[in-house]
């Protein structure tokens, strides 16, 4: 069965460094999405991805971050300067569109430390 | 705005009995999508049982059950025949459709499921 990916699971980095967290959605989806969880907090939205463009940010999604999908197959979030309370547990989603309302695919997520 | 509200912060069941995990949202929008997902110890997000408000059942997936009253806004999660691997955390989850970009989780219920 088709299943989103990424890597990698863990990532530790400085304060101040950029860091890329790079996901493979499921290969027929279209929409794309970043999620982050504080450690012991809800799932939050950052941001949504659809035809090679931003559809929707939230509040967290400030200029440190971006997404970028380089080529058919990979959607990136990369932040450029790393802050301490950057540190959680980042999922990437993608949703086929149609079908069940909003329904979207969880990867297993990568743990950002930020020291 | 919309809203996911989980009251229970933790619950305990005995293995093999039912249990109910309570979900409450609100949105005036009449287009939504209500999931819930869960989260073992490792981290990833699993999806469980799906709900769109013009259902006129409600859905079944296994021994997961959503018991939907939409007079009352209030989506619960039921499991049935609780198993020890059932210990985790379980998300509700909301997106407005039909063509939501983001879900809206509440905080979240442990549960323990005990021998």
């Known amino acids: 069965e088709p299943e989103v990916t990424q890597t990698p699971s863990h990532q530790v980095t400085q304060m101040g460094q950029e860091v890329i967290l790079r996901c493979v959605p499921i290969s027929n989806h279209l929409y794309f999405y970043w999620y982050r969880q504080i450690l012991g907090q809800k799932v939050e939205f950052l ?4 035809n ?4 929707e940010k939230s509040e967290i999604f400030d200029d440190q971050f971006s997404v970028e999908r380089p080529d058919g197959s990979n959607f990136t979030l990369k932040i450029r300067s790393t802050k301490l309370e950057d540190s ?13 309302v909003g329904e979207q695919f969880f990867g297993p ?6 020291l | 705005a919309q809203k996911i ?3 229970q912060p933790g619950m305990f069941v005995q293995e093999k009995e039912a249990v109910t995990l309570d ?3 609100d949105t005036s929008d009449p287009s939504y999508g209500l999931f819930w997902y869960k989260q073992p110890s490792s981290g990833e997000m699993i999806f469980l049982i799906y709900q769109g408000s013009y259902d006129q059942q409600n859905a079944t997936e296994g021994r997961y059950s959503l018991n939907f009253q939409k007079a009352r ?4 999660l039921v499991i049935s025949a609780s198993q020890l691997g059932d210990s985790a955390m379980y998300f509700c989850a909301m997106i407005l459709g039909p063509y939501g970009n983001k ?13």
């Open chain 1, 47 to 50: 941001v949504s991805f659809y």
């Open chain 1, 52 to 55: 090679n463009e931003i559809s």
């Open chain 1, 88 to 100: 959680a547990m980042y999922f990437c989603a993608s949703s086929p569109g149609g079908g069940r």
């Open chain 1, 109 to 114: 997520g990568t743990r950002l430390t930020v």
């Open chain 2, 5 to 7: 509200t989980q009251t």
């Open chain 2, 23 to 25: 979900c409450t949202y």
């Open chain 2, 73 to 76: 806004k209030s989506a619960n």
């Open chain 2, 103 to 115: 879900l809206v989780f509440g905080a979240g219920t442990i549960l323990r499921v005990k021998s």
